[in-house]
């Protein structure tokens, strides 16, 4: 038993155990009411968030509409399961793929999940699909029986350094080794190459077994590292001369997190796939896989599925949080926003680089500062942020933050690096 995980928690007195299982460790803060910007913890204090639950609430907490927009839908219908169709489901999904397209249809098809790891699950099996069903790839040539007897292409290539969910397949979609040796063995059919290198790319990609190239936009769990324009237009190349699909991961990066409705916005790119959920539901659990319609045809009724996926209460949710992303503008929002935070924190002691897009930030603090240490002292002192790396801090506080609530998180920030040695 670890006791402080069971006080931390506030788990029922007497038990030998706590309740929960120590998959996160035990927390040190547990917070009871948001709005906006602002979280209060159990004992009253104020905090300012500037991780909005891994760039989820973007809208920051308890906004009205989602909140009247939850209400109203929990009055009404909750659940039917997608046997049967709900009301919003369709205009949420006609609605994204115009997103995706920046304003314009896309000529896409939607399939809800419940987190971006769902929706990473999905574009795997879409992928598989797609290039071993025995339908023509991108380039007209049809999947091929792989050399490990699996049928067609199969093979996802992903980028060391990135993260695309927990389950079996995305964790070994996941290009940080030292993730995958407690769980080992991961299921086959993924190959990891160097970030933003072309060459080791085109490498890995053969033409019988690769079926996909999964990346990320900006790598966020990798530590807020962004791609180049360069690298996902010649990836965009390599995968259409190869007829392998290129599948883009928004999961943190999607719905204007950027300074754009979606980061491959950015790169010059039109994506096969593009997953997304994080800000979709604005901590309302939903997630999305996007797909071309001719590449969404590959699947057929019951090869995907979900119980829970898209259900009538998060469908609302989201309408609700699209709609109001749309009405304030989000991304113009977080590129100004960005760019105020992004100055500010170039100027604090002990930050030698800030990378990143938008409102999707890392702090790179000088040697021998510890990045947690300086979590938990922002943490003391009222302020939420994360270590993405021992050296990095990431800042992704709500689209709606003011300029007010920038300068006292840098002000907190400021007092805090003050006290480690450069």
């Given at each position: 038993m670890n006791p402080a995980h069971a006080a931390a928690v506030h788990a029922p007195p007497g038990l030998d155990?706590?309740?929960?299982?120590?998959?996160?460790?035990?927390?040190?803060?547990?917070?009871?009411?948001?709005?906006?910007?602002?979280?209060?913890?159990?004992?009253?204090?104020?905090?300012?968030?500037?991780?909005?639950?891994?760039?989820?609430?973007?809208?920051?907490?308890?906004?009205?509409?989602?909140?009247?927009?939850?209400?109203?839908?929990?009055?009404?219908?909750?659940?039917?399961?997608?046997?049967?169709?709900?009301?919003?489901?369709?205009?949420?999904?006609?609605?994204?793929?115009?997103?995706?397209?920046?304003?314009?249809?896309?000529?896409g098809q939607v399939f809800f999940a419940n987190s971006g790891a769902e929706a990473n699950e999905c574009a795997i099996k879409l992928a598989r699909r797609f290039g071993g069903s025995g339908l023509r790839?991108?380039?007209?040539?049809?999947?091929?029986?792989?050399?490990?007897?699996?049928?067609?292409?199969h093979t996802v290539v992903s980028a060391l350094g990135s993260f695309h969910g927990r389950t079996l397949a995305t964790l070994h979609a996941t290009g940080q080794p030292a993730r995958h040796e407690a769980f080992q063995p991961l299921p086959e059919g993924f190959r990891h190459v160097a970030w933003l290198d072309v060459d080791a790319l085109a490498a890995a990609c053969d033409p019988t077994t690769v079926a996909a190239v999964l990346l990320e936009s900006v790598q966020g769990e990798g530590g807020v590292n962004p791609a180049t324009a360069d690298y996902f237009v010649a990836v965009r190349r390599l995968c259409d001369e190869r007829g392998i699909l290129f599948m883009v991961d928004e999961v943190q990066t999607g719905l204007a997190r950027t300074g754009r409705w979606f980061g491959f916005h950015h790169l010059g790119v039109v994506p096969d796939v593009v997953t997304l959920a994080k800000a979709l539901g604005n901590g309302v659990p939903i997630g999305a896989c996007w797909a071309r319609a001719d590449v969404a045809a590959a699947f057929e009724p019951g090869d995907h599925a979900t119980t829970f996926g898209g259900n009538p209460l998060a469908a609302a949710a989201a309408r609700a949080v699209v709609g109001e992303l749309e009405r304030i503008d989000a991304p113009a929002r977080a590129t100004a926003q960005g760019a105020r935070l992004t100055a500010a924190l170039r100027e604090l002691p002990g930050v030698i680089a800030v990378r990143g897009l938008g409102l999707l930030l890392?702090?790179?603090?000088?040697?021998?500062?510890?990045?947690?240490?300086?979590?938990?002292?922002?943490?003391?002192?009222?302020?939420?942020?994360?270590?993405?790396?021992?050296?990095?801090?990431?800042?992704?506080?709500?689209?709606?933050?003011?300029?007010?609530?920038?300068?006292?998180a840098v002000a907190i920030l400021t007092t805090v690096l003050s006290e480690f040695p450069a």
């Open positions: 155990r706590c309740p929960l299982m120590p998959t996160y460790g035990a927390p040190t803060t547990m917070f009871v009411r948001g709005a906006g910007t602002e979280l209060w913890d159990a004992e009253g204090g104020r905090y300012l968030d500037f991780l909005s639950g891994l760039a989820v609430t973007s809208l920051g907490h308890a906004h009205p509409a989602v909140t009247e927009a939850l209400s109203r839908q929990a009055a009404t219908l909750v659940h039917t399961s997608n046997l049967f169709a709900t009301e919003h489901a369709a205009p949420l999904a006609t609605a994204l793929d115009r997103l995706i397209g920046d304003g314009a249809p896309a000529g790839g991108l380039n007209g040539q049809r999947g091929l029986r792989g050399p490990n007897g699996m049928r067609g292409r890392a702090a790179e603090l000088a040697p021998g500062i510890d990045a947690k240490a300086v979590v938990a002292d922002a943490l003391a002192a009222g302020l939420v942020v994360n270590a993405v790396s021992p050296s990095a801090l990431r800042l992704a506080p709500p689209l709606t933050v003011a300029d007010a609530e920038i300068d006292e």
